[in-house]
């Protein structure tokens, strides 16, 4: 009889959904910031990736009215979804070498110890060990 090894995490659809996500914010924000039917080819370019891959057309909630909005409660609206866009912007930025770390681990079905030089000059450097940080 075989054994059943125990399932991990996807990690690849793991990373494909923070990366996914990144994008829709980025998207969202740009859509609240710039004029009525402005394009930017590279968030087309990147949603279109993660939709044709995954299946999945959207992480976000959209605006939808059946009357035409009031420009000011619009623009007010639009302001306040931009500040909220920025503010997740910033912090998925912040959590991005948290979510390295994370899908690293989640990869590996073992407990993973990192071994650094005693005193981690090594995490300066490229030799460092931990395929997350590597200096650019
Ligand atoms: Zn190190």
Redesign the pocket.
């Given at each position: 009889m075989k054994t059943k090894q125990r399932k991990t995490y996807d990690s690849g659809m793991i990373r494909d959904f923070i990366d996914h996500l990144k994008w829709e914010v980025r998207t969202c924000h740009f859509e609240n910031v710039s004029a009525p039917n402005a394009l930017n080819p590279e968030l087309i370019d990147q949603l279109a990736k993660y939709q044709r891959k995954r299946g999945c057309f959207g992480l976000l909630t959209g605006q939808l009215t059946r009357e035409k909005p009031d420009a000011d409660a619009l623009a007010e609206w639009k302001a306040r979804r931009a500040g909220e866009m920025q503010t997740y912007i910033d912090a998925l930025e912040l959590l991005e070498p948290l979510f390295q770390e994370a899908v690293f681990c989640a990869a590996n079905r073992q407990f993973i110890n990192?071994a650094?030089?005693a005193d981690?000059s090594?995490?300066k450097r490229s030799e460092?060990?931990?395929p997350w940080t590597q200096p650019a």
């Open positions: 990192i650094h030089k981690f090594c995490c460092c060990p931990r």
